[in-house]
């Protein structure tokens, strides 16, 4: 699997100056590394593996977010991500989810609401100047997944997403409490 952390770095536990640069700007974390060292070490009885490569892994409520590079799980059968996703099921005591990355921020907005579809997505200026992504789904997914999703946004894609549902307007308040409101 193509790795952005050393192989050799992985194994010997001790980071080289280029990999630890990419730790201190925050590009990967803890949770990073121990989840590519997993991921290396189930690569020899999943070889499939070979053909992606690591992109982020976000550690939500009850979901652990793998995300892996774009284009590339078309290569790996069905068979391989069942037992990846089992074998890390068994190791952290989460769900997995296991999501391709994808340069165009809608598309990998769609990928993580799936089975929900997107009615409609939005880009917006904040009286701050920050962007906002506002998307609305046909469908309701749990508040925790929801929450799950800003996060994985957020993290991976350094947006910042806000979800509104078609149908259950109720909701949409529950959800936006959470979040911090700019004052105009
Ligand atoms: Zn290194």
């Not at 037992?83 to 340069?103: N, Q, T, V």
């Amino acid at each position: 699997m193509e790795l952005p952390i050393c192989i050799f770095d992985l194994k010997s536990g001790i980071l080289c100056p280029r990999c630890e640069e990419k730790v201190l700007r925050g590009l990967y974390d803890d949770l990073d590394i121990k989840i590519m060292k997993l991921l290396l070490e189930l690569e020899k009885e999943l070889p499939k593996l070979a053909k992606t490569g690591y992109v982020k892994t976000v550690d939500s409520t009850d979901t652990v977010y793998i995300i892996l590079k774009e284009d590339t799980l078309k290569y790996i059968d069905q068979e391989t991500v069942y037992a990846l996703k089992k074998k890390l099921r068994e190791k952290l005591g989460k769900k997995i989810k296991i999501i391709e990355d994808d340069k165009n921020l809608s598309r990998f907005i769609e990928k993580l609401v799936a089975p929900a579809r997107i009615i409609t997505i939005n880009k917006i200026w904040l009286p701050d100047g920050s962007e906002e992504m506002r998307v609305i789904l046909d469908r309701m997914k749990s508040l925790e997944t929801t929450s799950s999703i800003i996060e994985v946004v957020k993290k991976v894609k350094h947006v910042n997403l806000r979800i509104d549902f078609e149908k259950t307007g109720w909701l949409e308040k529950k959800v936006k409490v959470s979040e911090k409101k700019p004052t105009a």
